[in-house]
């Protein structure tokens, strides 16, 4: 089982960018699709965006579709979230979490996850 730790959170001004990271422990990362979802106050849980075991195929919202990329480098355990052009409507906890299996549009919902990071905040300021 993997545990994973979310980092690289902060605040940035609209059209700024940042990148999260997920750490995992654990030998066996390459096992798991790889999400990122985001939470704003008063709101749901949301899929932001997944990668699978290899880095093969990736899946995104539209809402940040040419804005996020999210990738993966299996010798390091670790996920990660390029967001560039930020926008005040990305401010919001970001979550890691890991899947034993889902494809496509399964992996948009938080029901295929089945580890979770405590999450980092991002803030976008106007």
């Known amino acids: 089982q993997v545990q994973v730790v979310e980092s690289g959170g902060g605040l940035v001004q609209a059209g700024g960018s940042l990148r999260l990271s997920c750490a995992a422990s654990?030998?066996?990362?390459?096992?798991?699709?790889m999400g990122w979802f985001r939470q704003a106050p008063g709101k749901e849980r949301d899929f932001v965006a997944a990668?699978?075991?290899?880095?093969?195929?990736?899946y995104y919202t539209d809402s940040v579709k040419g804005r996020f990329t999210i990738s993966r480098d299996n010798a390091k355990n670790t996920a990660y979230l390029q967001m560039n052009s930020l926008k005040p409507e990305d401010t919001a906890v970001y979550y890691c979490?890991?899947?034993?299996?889902?494809?496509?549009?399964?992996?948009?919902?938080?029901?295929?996850?089945?580890?979770w990071g405590q999450g980092t905040q991002v803030t976008v300021s106007a």
């Open positions: 979490a890991a899947a034993y299996y889902c494809s496509g549009s399964g992996c948009f919902e938080t029901s295929r996850y089945d580890m």
């Open positions: 654990g030998r066996t990362f390459s096992s798991y699709v």
């Open positions: 990668i699978t075991y290899s880095g093969t195929s990736t």
